[in-house]
């Protein structure tokens, strides 16, 4: 079965971090475009971020910019999402997508998506 997997979740407390991983099962990340979502309790899914298939190409939410960093590593056919500086605002699920038709990239949560992960949970807190 072709899905996405993430991982890297927990809890971690204001102004810590942790590293999410969104790899593949039966296929190659390279071909896609990766985008990171999240969901808080009764809040809507938004765009977190998101990285082209070359990685040339990145973009952020302004809520995350310069705290959180999108890569690739092809090599291990894994898309990481580094969360530093945390806040208790982070707190959600997050998840991971992949788009194989755009050429850019993009976290918008109405695109038609390839393959969707489960989600992992992150909940920052003291």
């Known amino acids: 079965q072709l899905q996405l997997v993430e991982s890297g979740g927990g809890l971690v407390q204001p102004g810590g971090s942790l590293r999410l991983s969104c790899a593949p099962s039966?296929?190659?990340?390279?071909?896609?475009?990766i985008s990171w979502f999240r969901q808080a309790p009764g809040k809507e899914r938004e765009g977190v971020s998101c990285m082209s298939r070359s990685g040339g190409r990145t973009n952020y939410a302004d809520s995350v910019k310069g705290r959180f960093t999108i890569s690739r590593d092809n090599a291990k056919n894994t898309v990481y999402l580094q969360m530093n500086s945390l806040k208790p605002e982070d707190t959600a699920v997050y998840y991971c997508a992949a788009n194989r038709a755009i050429s850019g990239c993009s976290a918008d949560v109405r695109g038609a998506y390839d393959y969707w992960g489960q989600g992992t949970q992150v909940t920052v807190s003291s």
């Open positions: 039966g296929f190659t990340l390279e071909n896609y475009a």
